[in-house]
């Protein structure tokens, strides 16, 4: 005997995109034809299978009042309805296209709701959907109006004849998986539900159906035209142009042009029989001209990020107003650019790119990255039966998108391998909309695209690239490059961002890159603060790899973010001061410096003595002048004095307030003089102690225990640092991960030998080997205590003993424990933020000041942090510490250990002690969680080494 399947909900699994919705075309507010906003409130019921429940509920006197509620938009998981799941790649069903597992959590939706007493009772209406996951089916009044699929498209339906005046009866059934979930594998949480908006549209008769605004610019004759298309004929007008012309007449006149950097918008009005409709019209063109990707006949260079849409609560439910947080975070931080990965983002979104000023490479909601793990096989871009899926998706995004200037490029998708269907797609976008280019990285040879994309190449590789030495076809040696993905910014990092944009601006051809990527996708959690992959007891999951943007997720910028906003600001500042003059560069691409004020300060051991205007040049994009500094002030205290000028906003600007800072330089004018210790005091030995100076020692172990009144717990050498994400690497790349590597040699569990304890006349020496059990290798230590009677100097003395070729260090330094009442941190090196070898650029010498807490950065995974780079002095805990050469500062309540085991933030609990670490050396941090390690000249090298530290009582 055999059973029939239900065929009720074979749409399930059916690879077209679904029935019933009308074609698609452009998304716009109109002026004047009514709307209601179905978001809010719905009773909701959750079921294990896609037909676990009949249709029943869609009736119009269906009791849904045992329901649960949901607020639309939002996702049932986030609402407690099930768990959310995370994987990077991996699909978390059997890979068996285009089927899904039995058990498919479907969420049944009803809203009822009444038309507004004055709702037009003449011409249609149209339902609008613009954004549920994975699949949907819907009913009106009883009615089936179909299904679609297509989680981050817009899907309308026409309902004007099941409207009627009350009680509607809205009902939409969502199952988390569907064939369509195979083409948004999307290194995301799977967040099934309505998660945008929900839309009634009144449509009145003679209304806009669909619309292309056509805006070119000659940046030669300085001239736009504008061409409105439209399916139903009306007039243009433009009043600031003076323009008022038909639909589909083209119309040339004088204009300011549309670029990021200079985001002119027009306001004008398309008007038809029986609607208005506002327009924000941008001039601008983009070719491919010369090999490069000219807007407005100037090669763009883009300082970018990749966003995914992100609220610790909300999921991809985003507000309009946590929309214009993330662009006034990425304008304030020299962001010109956003690539929308890896799915058209909510349209609120392109407005505000519009209006504040960001390219934007839109990208298809495509990605089947789990098929790598068959070599491709079954790939559905490569099978004709779901290409008419793809082309759907392409033409929801190309036309609702379509009139926005600041979508300079469309993207096939991501990480869906090479096919027909992506060809398809090509050829389609290419014929639809010639004003733009195409953009795909994973068709490595350029057969469909206009640009050469690749992720995560190394340094090396991106100069062979820029060299023209790469090779390939004929035709991707002409295309100009972007790393559409590049500096994994998980965790502590990115580093080597000031290398990768030395190499985009020496080489043509580079025009920038993308930062994987915005934001961190931690999900707020009582538990553990913010959760990642595996929290909610996932079958598969990739852990915080999920965590990996350069905000956390509250929108809090993070040290990798302050860094990109140095390395990309668009004025630089060179020269040594010496001379007494700075070099400014006008590093933008369109505008001059006229939106900049320009100040310069002296200080000297970072204390500011003086400061003033500065006087620069109108620059035009790419030109520079030598800018005259004032003469130093006559007394400079005989200190380490420098000039540090800035560049501020000159005026309040729609995204950020006068004196904003958007650019900063340092030049140092007298040098630093070392500290020094006479070593006029000898040790003394008494029965258990040896006191030195202000300082007491163990008079068996050497081991020092005070500083004057200061207790000091537990001084030795330390090379253990709590690995970084990118120190851990990634799975596939196990050649650059280091923490396998220094886990494996046992440099987190070094044992402290005592070898000698020597008095001297003048010092006191203890003798030591630092080594880890198992291993050869270990590194000879000689502390080496001298004082002058008021500050006591110690000098550390490192020999590697044993091959240490293959093994560079952790860290290189000293750490000691504090009481725990040791708290406010002052020092004068590099601050605000933290700083490691190869993430120092936005590290600015001067004095700062901190609570230990605040020296903390909350990672959403424990790691290594808090460093600051470049300290002459640090003061804490009652002591003044003074380093020669420079150090590395840190301070925190918990020990390295401690941080190395914790999971979570929560797993951090204050202890009895602040540790602090004095660190003499520190190795990079690369990107090798999905990129590239620390350059070699960042890592740090077990080699012979001696540094000094000089300490004093703070009376």
């Not at 034809?33 to 009949?54: I, K, M, Q």
């Not at 006349?761 to 205590?785: I, K």
């Not at 004095?918 to 070699?936: E, V």
Request: charged fraction near 25%; hydrophobic fraction near 35%; include cysteine.
């Amino acid at each position: 005997m055999s059973f029939r399947t239900n065929t009720a909900i074979d749409y399930v699994e059916d690879v077209s995109p679904g029935t019933g919705a009308l074609p698609p075309r452009a998304w716009y507010a109109s002026s004047d034809a009514a709307s209601l906003s179905l978001n809010g409130d719905w009773r909701f019921r959750l079921s294990g299978t896609a037909d676990a429940e009949d249709d029943s509920f869609a009736e119009p006197g269906y009791d849904a009042g045992d329901w649960a509620e949901v607020s639309v938009p939002g996702h049932w998981v986030l609402q407690g309805h099930g768990a959310p799941i995370y994987t990077n790649h991996l699909y978390p069903f059997p890979v068996d296209p285009p089927r899904v597992p039995t058990e498919n959590p479907t969420g049944d939706h009803l809203r009822v709701f009444d038309l507004p007493s004055d709702w037009p009772s003449d011409g249609g209406a149209v339902l609008r959907f613009d954004g549920v996951e994975s699949c949907a089916r819907l009913w009106l009044n009883g009615t089936d109006l179909g299904e679609f699929k297509g989680s981050r498209l817009p899907h309308e339906f026409a309902v004007g004849h099941l409207l009627k005046p009350s009680g509607n009866v809205l009902a939409v059934r969502v199952h988390q998986w569907s064939a369509g979930s195979y083409l948004e594998d999307q290194d995301q949480w799977w967040l099934p539900g309505i998660f945008r908006d929900v839309t009634l549209l009144h449509r009145p008769a003679g209304a806009v159906l669909d619309f292309f605004v056509h805006a070119s610019y000659d940046h030669v004759s300085g001239e736009g035209t504008l061409k409105v298309d439209s399916d139903v004929d009306g007039r243009v007008t433009v009043p600031a142009l003076d323009i008022d012309v038909a639909t589909g007449e083209p119309v040339t006149v004088v204009v300011e042009p549309w670029t990021a950097e200079t985001p002119k918008l027009y306001d004008g009005v398309l008007v038809t029989e029986g609607e208005r409709v506002p327009l924000r019209i941008g001039f601008r063109t983009v070719v491919l001209e010369d090999g490069r990707i000219k807007v407005n006949g100037k090669a763009v260079l883009f300082k970018g990020v990749n966003r995914h849409e992100w609220h610790p609560e909300k999921g991809r439910a985003l507000d309009l107003e946590t929309m214009r947080a993330d662009v006034l975070l990425m304008k304030r931080h020299n962001i010109n650019a956003v690539r929308t990965s890896h799915y058209p983002p909510h349209p609120a979104f392109l407005d505000l790119c519009d209006e504040y000023g960001l390219w934007v490479i839109d990208e298809c909601d495509l990605e089947t990255h789990g098929f790598t793990e068959q070599a491709w096989r079954d790939n559905p871009v490569d099978d004709d039966r779901w290409t008419p899926a793809l082309l759907d998706r392409a033409a929801r995004m190309v036309e609702r998108d379509k009139n926005h200037p600041s979508v300079v490029l469309w993207s096939l998708g991501n990480e869906a391998g090479t096919g027909r269907g992506l060809t398809a797609m090509a050829e389609w976008i290419h014929g639809r909309d010639a004003s733009r280019l195409v953009h795909y990285e994973g068709d490595i040879n350029c057969r469909d695209t206009d640009v050469y994309s690749r992720m995560y190449a190394s340094h090396a590789e991106v100069e062979q690239i820029g060299r023209g030495l790469d090779g390939g076809t004929l035709k991707r040696r002409e295309l100009p490059f972007i790393l559409c993905e590049y500096a994994h910014a998980m965790g502590n990092g990115p580093g080597g961002l000031a290398d990768y944009q030395r190499l985009f601006e020496s080489y043509e051809r580079l025009q920038g890159g993308f930062v994987w990527e915005w934001i961190d996708h931690g999900i707020k959690d009582e538990r553990y603060g913010y959760a990642y992959g595996g929290d909610f007891g996932e079958e598969l999951h990739d852990g915080n790899f999920v965590c990996d943007g350069l905000v956390f997720p509250d929108r809090t910028p993070s040290p990798g973010l302050a860094e990109f906003k140095k390395v990309i600001e668009p004025v630089a500042f060179t020269g040594d001061g010496s001379d007494g003059t700075v070099r400014v560069t006008n590093r933008q691409d369109f505008a001059d410096l006229s939106a900049f004020a320009f100040e310069w300060s002296y200080q000297v051991d970072g204390e500011t003595v003086e400061s003033g205007s500065l006087s620069v040049p109108t620059l035009t994009p790419g030109e520079s002048a030598d800018v005259k500094l004032p003469e130093p002030p006559a007394d400079n205290r005989g200190g380490e004095a420098q000039w540090t000028v800035r560049a501020v906003l000159a005026a309040d600007t729609p995204w950020g307030p006068k004196d904003h800072p958007v650019a900063w330089g340092q030049f140092p004018v007298t040098a630093r003089v070392s500290p020094s210790v006479a070593a006029t005091a000898g040790p003394v030995a008494g029965e258990r102690v040896i006191t030195l100076g202000p300082a007491s020692f163990d008079a068996r172990t050497g081991a020092l225990r005070t500083i004057g009144g200061v207790e000091v717990n537990d001084l030795r050498l330390d090379v253990w640092r709590a690995p970084t994400d990118n120190d851990d690497g990634a799975s596939w790349q196990d050649d650059i991960c280091y923490s396998l590597l220094w886990r494996k040699f046992g440099l987190h569990r070094m044992r402290h030998r005592l070898d000698a304890v020597e008095l001297g006349d003048d010092a006191l020496t203890v003798r030591t080997r630092v080594a880890p059990a198992a291993w050869e290798v270990g590194l000879a230590t000689v502390y080496r205590w001298t004082s002058d009677g008021d500050r006591v100097k110690l000098t550390v003395s490192v020999a590697p003993e044993g091959d240490w070729s293959a093994l560079p260090l952790p860290r290189l330094g000293i750490r000691f424990g504090l009481d725990a009442g040791a708290d406010l941190v002052r020092w004068f090196g590099g601050g605000p933020g933290e700083a490691y070898p190869d993430t120092k650029a936005a590290s600015m010498l001067g004095r700062w000041e901190s609570t230990v807490d605040g020296l903390q950065t909350p990672y959403v995974r424990p790691q290594e942090n808090g460093a600051r780079a470049d300290v002459r002095w640090a003061e804490i805990g009652g002591l003044r510490i003074e380093g020669d050469p420079e150090f590395f500062f840190g301070a925190r309540r918990w020990t390295t250990e401690q941080l190395d085991s914790a999971e979570h933030r929560t797993d951090l609990t204050p202890g009895e002690r602040v540790w602090v670490s004095l660190d003499h050396g520190q190795h990079g941090i690369g990107t090798a969680s999905c990129g590239p390690g620390p350059l070699p000249q960042y890592h740090l090298r077990a080699e012979p080494a001696e540094f000094s530290f000089v300490f004093s009582e703070i009376s």
